[in-house]
């Protein structure tokens, strides 16, 4: 419980840094890639030099799946905003190769958090240049300016309801705005969370209802342009906290990809 409280006060100061400083069109889709595709970056993330933690959060995140759904491909610039720890950018790392390249943007806020547990994770992760085409970004948010850019790619995984549900809609808009300031013309955001049911009280679920990100994406600029149901677990009736034994690792979870338009 103490470590939920700090990363909610963390984020709170992290947005109120940032706030300083779409057309709605969806589809349900699988992930549309081809399955060779799929299949090859599963054999690359299967690597033996991977974390076997890693590893077994596989079987609920199919990241690879989900990066083919968003459109990642081999020699990108993607940064991965608010990394923590670094799941995702080390399989951003795998899955652009070494003619691609990743930067772990995290605010100094999220590196000191619950006793610097993310600052020791991604360090671990680098340590040796284990991840040679990564390099990290220590940043506040509210100092992103377009020159951290421009990238191809940018991912904002299971911490985007944490912005929402504490700073509101002007705090999910300008996360959004500093994506858009990232991000190439046609470039892509995605966006991974924990569904969360509409109405309802989602932020002590650490939860989200996705038509946030909908009615904030056309003012930061962004265009929702598909959603898939690919990472869909039916078990889960979005009543319980991300964080109960009963769901933990295994939440009904929404993957939505947005896009800049092109100038």
Not at 74 to 88: F, K, N, P
Request: net charge neutral; hydrophobic share 40%.
């Amino acid at each position: 419980m103490r470590r939920k409280i700090k990363w909610q006060r963390t984020v709170v100061i992290i947005i109120a840094l940032a706030m300083c400083a779409c057309s709605k069109q969806s589809a349900d889709e699988t992930s549309g890639a081809p399955a060779a595709t799929v299949s090859n970056l599963e054999k690359q993330l299967a690597s033996a030099t991977r974390p076997d933690a890693d590893k077994i959060r596989d079987a609920t995140r199919k990241p690879a799946e989900a990066l083919s759904f968003l459109g990642l491909e081999s020699g990108m610039r993607v940064v991965d905003i608010i990394a923590a720890g670094g799941y995702y950018t080390e399989v951003l790392s795998i899955a652009v190769g070494p003619s691609g390249s990743v930067v772990a943007l995290n605010p100094p806020g999220v590196m000191s958090m619950n006793d610097g547990l993310y600052e020791k994770q991604l360090t671990s992760r680098l340590a040796a240049g284990r991840l040679p085409n990564v390099t990290r970004l220590d940043k506040d948010l509210a100092e992103i300016r377009t020159a951290d850019g421009p990238f191809d790619f940018a991912l904002i995984a299971l911490n985007f309801h944490d912005i929402s549900n504490n700073a509101g809609v002007r705090g999910a808009e300008n996360v959004l705005r500093i994506a858009y300031t990232l991000l190439r013309p046609g470039g892509v955001l995605g966006i991974i969370d924990h569904n969360g049911n509409p109405g309802a009280q989602n932020a002590p679920l650490h939860r989200l209802d996705k038509t946030v990100i909908y009615d904030s994406a056309a003012a930061a600029g962004l265009v929702v342009e598909a959603e898939s149901d690919l990472l869909g677990q039916p078990d889960d009736d979005h009543t319980l906290s991300v964080f109960d034994p009963r769901v933990l690792g295994k939440t009904d979870r929404f993957l939505l990809r947005l896009r800049k338009p092109q100038e």
